[in-house]
């Protein structure tokens, strides 16, 4: 065997699979490198976090154009007033002519 395959071995032997090579440079405490059951938590607490927002987006979207509904109604509304009092004006500016 070649040194580069002996190094390779002792490597082999003392790293767990799955470690990365940054948490190498670490603490060599069992807290510091990441268990896969570890990652696997995180990543369903980003996708359960995920789907909430993907949720709470939808709600928002639906309540935006639910007020922009109201808001197209309202800008409508005064068209209708306006027509309203100048029937008004007219009939009263009538009743001054008779």
């Known amino acids: 065997m ?3 395959d002996d190094l ?3 490597l082999l032997a003392k790293v767990k699979p799955g470690t990365k090579p940054s948490h190498l440079k670490r603490s060599k405490s069992a807290d510091d490198i990441p268990s896969p059951l570890n990652q696997l938590t995180e990543l369903k607490k980003q996708t359960d ?3 909430l927002l993907q949720e709470q987006l939808k709600e928002k979207q639906r309540e935006v154009e ?3 509904k109201q808001l197209e109604t309202a800008n409508n509304s005064p068209g209708e007033t306006l ?3 100048d029937h ?3 009939a009263r500016h ?3 002519k008779d």
Do not use: G, P, Y
Request: glycine share 0%.
């Open 2 to 4: 070649t040194k580069k």
């Open 94 to 96: 009538q009743s001054l």
């Open 66 to 68: 639910s007020l922009r």
């Open 49 to 51: 976090l995920n789907a």
């Open 88 to 90: 008004s004006l007219m």
């Open 83 to 85: 027509t309203e009092l």
């Open 8 to 10: 390779q071995a002792e």
